[in-house]
């Protein structure tokens, strides 16, 4: 069974399309390639990714689906396309010739109407994808959950894949109304939960490893093993952690799982989701 890092990011780095990299970021304010990730995956025992995009744009995909075309290792793509167009049906068949390109994902935690993933055009959108092949990935903040409840259960056979496990306010032990909202979300069985993100939601310069225990107990209460994967969130983990920091966090909570259930978090399961 592959391991695969469900989720990291390549950008070749422009001030403007990634003003949200603040000063405080200022460590990832650089480009972030294939060729600076393959290394570490390997020295990790990764045999592969899914890279995410993190512009809004098609040229982002062409930019993503090019690293992938070079690069074996970048097992699936998750793009952009404008969900809300008339036309998003011509967009999705048009993808559908890049083997790679596994779906697609909206910023949706940024945008100021927080219920927008329940926009009737945005849901036009979504009914489209299950029909091409396509996952999504829903990005949001913890406010969006309850959103998210009444998104999912509009599409039972559409595969999601809640990104970051919806980002917690970790670094302020904020677990309450988060943890009874999510697990509303995941009595869906087609959502799946990303274990990513975590350090960045931390105290970025003093966390330590047990501030993440209570919130990986409630998400493998709500989603179970077979629901959950690991992403890194490389390099955007760096504001707060190395690859290897980041990873041990998972490996020692997981490591009292059978080998079975630690194989299908560390791959089999975005295996499984993404359909690689």
Same mark, same amino acid.
């Given at each position: 069974?592959?391991?695969?890092?469900?989720? *990291?990011?390549?950008? !070749?780095?422009?001030? =403007?399309?990634?003003?949200?990299?603040?000063?405080?970021?200022? =460590?990832?304010?650089? /480009?972030?390639?294939?060729?600076?990730?393959?290394?570490?995956? !390997?020295?990790?025992?990764? /045999? #592969?990714?899914?890279?995410?995009?993190? +512009? @809004?744009?098609? %040229?982002?995909?062409?930019? *993503?689906?090019?690293?992938?075309?070079?690069?074996? &290792?970048?097992?699936?793509?998750?793009?952009? =396309?404008?969900? *809300?167009?008339?036309?998003?049906?011509?967009?999705?068949?048009?993808?559908?010739? &890049?083997?790679?390109?596994?779906?697609?994902?909206?910023?949706? @935690? #940024?945008?100021?109407?927080? +219920?927008?993933?329940?926009?009737?055009?945005?849901?036009?959108?979504?009914?489209?994808? !299950? !029909?091409?092949?396509?996952?999504?990935?829903?990005?949001? &903040?913890?406010? *969006?959950?309850?959103?998210?409840?009444?998104?999912?259960?509009?599409?039972?056979?559409?595969?999601? =894949?809640?990104?970051?496990?919806?980002?917690? +306010?970790?670094?302020?032990?904020?677990?309450?109304?988060?943890?009874?909202?999510?697990?509303?979300?995941?009595?869906?069985?087609?959502?799946?939960?990303?274990?990513? #993100?975590?350090?960045?939601?931390?105290?970025?310069?003093?966390?330590?490893?047990? /501030?993440?225990?209570?919130?990986?107990?409630?998400?493998?209460?709500?989603?179970?093993?077979?629901?959950?994967?690991?992403?890194?969130?490389?390099?955007?983990?760096?504001?707060?952690?190395?690859?290897?920091?980041?990873? +041990?966090?998972?490996?020692?909570?997981?490591?009292?799982?059978? /080998?079975?259930? @630690? %194989?299908?978090? &560390? #791959?089999?399961?975005?295996?499984?989701?993404?359909?690689?």
């Amino acid at each position: 069974m592959l391991k695969i890092d469900s989720h *990291q990011h390549f950008w !070749k780095y422009d001030p =403007v399309t990634y003003e949200w990299i603040n000063d405080e970021m200022a =460590v990832i304010r650089h /480009d972030f390639l294939p060729e600076d990730l393959e290394p570490v995956l !390997k020295a990790n025992g990764f /045999d #592969g990714c899914v890279t995410v995009q993190s +512009d @809004q744009s098609e %040229a982002e995909n062409e930019f *993503q689906l090019a690293n992938a075309e070079k690069h074996s &290792f970048i097992k699936g793509v998750i793009g952009w =396309v404008d969900l *809300q167009s008339p036309q998003v049906e011509e967009g999705l068949a048009y993808y559908s010739q &890049f083997k790679k390109l596994k779906g697609f994902r909206h910023v949706l @935690q #940024g945008e100021p109407q927080r +219920d927008f993933m329940l926009r009737p055009a945005f849901l036009n959108g979504i009914s489209l994808l !299950k !029909k091409h092949g396509y996952t999504y990935d829903v990005l949001i &903040f913890p406010d *969006q959950l309850n959103y998210t409840a009444d998104f999912v259960s509009r599409f039972p056979n559409q595969p999601f =894949v809640i990104d970051h496990i919806a980002k917690p +306010d970790i670094k302020n032990k904020t677990i309450d109304d988060w943890a009874k909202d999510i697990k509303t979300v995941a009595k869906f069985e087609n959502v799946y939960c990303k274990v990513s #993100g975590m350090v960045t939601e931390a105290d970025w310069k003093g966390w330590k490893p047990t /501030d993440f225990h209570p919130y990986l107990d409630v998400i493998v209460e709500a989603f179970g093993v077979n629901r959950l994967m690991f992403g890194s969130d490389w390099p955007v983990c760096k504001v707060a952690a190395e690859y290897e920091q980041m990873l +041990d966090i998972v490996k020692s909570y997981f490591s009292k799982f059978s /080998d079975a259930e @630690q %194989a299908d978090f &560390f #791959g089999g399961n975005a295996g499984k989701f993404y359909n690689i």
